[in-house]
């Protein structure tokens, strides 16, 4: 089935610092989402990557769409304790009959310091 | 309007109790999915319903019913629940090929 591998598992930063974070996989992906998701409540989309090499912004929020179709990254610009949570990378991909589905990295959790 | 609406937001259920999980949306998405998320993990897909059809059923257990009345609703029908299935229920929404959006999630104690 399709992976992902998401790193770093677990970020510690000072408020102000800029994060990045990536998601490898040996499968092609057709879409890139990234969603940040607080504690006990839903998955929230911060960006979606439609095409090979494309780069989206979103505020402070930065994503591309690897060239390969088997990898993306997520930075976030002079972070705010706002930011805290979980990001979540999932890559799309068709599973036949006009359904897709979402295969999720294992996540991201930021923390960041004051 | 990206709204995936889920009730209810916290449910606890016994062992024996027959209870169901809705979600809407009004975004004309012709795809609605259901997913169970655990503490500290990302969120597996349970069920996939395309134009209102069940097109894919991730070796879900029995006790877990999903229904699609029609193309802004979804429920997922509990009964006999063990406690491993407590958890945070997600629903999403999607127009196609495009990007997912998920409702608030209902978290489930089964006690």
């Known amino acids: 089935g399709q992976q992902l591998n998401q790193s770093p598992q677990s970020m510690f930063i000072q408020e102000g610092e800029d994060v990045s974070m990536n998601c490898t996989s040996s499968s092609i992906f057709n879409t890139w989402l990234w969603y940040k998701q607080d504690p006990g409540e839903g998955p929230v989309l911060l960006i979606a990557?439609?095409?090979?090499?494309e780069l989206t912004s979103n505020g402070r929020l930065t994503a591309q769409f690897g060239i390969t179709r088997k990898d993306s990254f997520l930075n976030i610009s002079a972070s705010i304790p706002s930011d805290v949570g979980i990001y979540f990378c999932a890559g799309r991909w068709s599973s036949g009959a006009g359904s897709y589905q979402l295969t999720f990295g294992k996540g991201t959790k930021l923390s960041v310091i004051p | 309007d990206t709204e995936v609406t889920q009730t209810p937001k916290h449910l606890v259920m016994g062992m024996t109790n027959k209870k169901s999980l809705k979600c809407e949306q009004h975004m004309g998405h012709r795809a609605m999915y259901w997913y169970k998320q655990k503490a500290k993990k990302p969120p597996e897909l349970m069920f996939v319903y395309s134009y209102e059809k069940l097109s894919i059923n991730e070796s879900v257990p029995s006790r877990f019913s999903p229904e699609c009345p029609n193309s802004s609703l979804l429920n997922l029908h509990l009964h006999a629940l063990q406690p491993e299935d407590s958890a945070l229920y997600l629903c999403?929404?999607?127009?196609?090929?495009?990007?997912?959006?998920f409702g608030q999630g209902t978290r489930l104690t089964v006690v």
């Open positions: 999403a929404s999607s127009p196609g090929s495009a990007e997912a959006f």
């Open positions: 990557l439609y095409k090979a090499g």
